[in-house]
């Protein structure tokens, strides 16, 4: 029992003590269907102008999906993986490729954090600095789907 209450701590102080895992914003009220249909709205103008076929999952702080857009042709785990990715963003509060930087890094100790997707293509949603909720996408390579993320924020602005 001992072991795993030092592992866990190592664990909290490794997260914590990386820059760039550090900078994070706080949790605002959950995110409103008007502006996660408009985020997700955004998204799909941008997977469209790239023409790719995607997922598109919006979700609220605690990772409950709040909107889902599957494009027509999508492989059919994407859904699945744009849920993960938004729920990592919305969850840790940071895009999910910071965690995949992260673990790039040699900071390998991120891969046992539970329920987590580790591959861009997560963002945050922030209204007045804070987060409340998060985009995933997936259906092209993971910097297509945070391109498509990162334009679904925006339009959700």
Same mark, same amino acid.
């Given at each position: ?11 909290c102080? $490794? ?12 949790y ?5 269907? /008007?502006?996660?249909? @408009?985020?997700?709205? $955004? ?8 023409? &790719?076929?995607v997922?598109v999952?919006?979700?609220? !702080? ?5 909107? #889902? =857009? ?17 729920? !990592?963003?919305?969850?840790? @509060? @940071?895009?999910?490729?910071?965690? /995949? ?8 100790? &991120?891969?046992?954090?539970p329920?987590?997707?580790?591959? =861009?293509?997560? /963002?945050?949603? #922030? ?24 334009? $679904?924020?925006e339009?959700?602005?």
């Open positions: 029992m001992a072991h795993w209450r030092l592992l866990l701590a190592s664990l102080i $490794g997260l914590l003590a990386q820059p760039a895992l550090a900078q994070q914003a706080s605002g009220a959950p995110i409103a269907l /008007e502006l996660a249909k @408009r985020a997700a709205a $955004g998204a799909v103008a941008e997977a469209r102008r790239l023409k &790719l076929s997922a999952a919006v979700v609220d !702080t605690h990772g409950t999906p709040v909107y #889902l =857009e599957v494009l027509d042709d999508t492989m059919t785990a994407s859904p699945n993986f744009a849920l993960q990715k938004a729920r !990592t963003a919305a969850t840790m @509060r @940071r895009p999910s490729k910071a965690l /995949e930087d992260g673990v790039a890094a040699g900071r390998n100790a &991120l891969l046992s954090l329920d987590l997707l580790m591959i =861009e293509g997560g /963002e945050p949603i #922030l209204v007045n600095g804070k987060v409340v909720g998060a985009i995933g996408v997936s259906g092209g390579a993971s910097s297509q789907d945070g391109q498509i993320a990162r334009a $679904g924020v339009a959700s602005k």
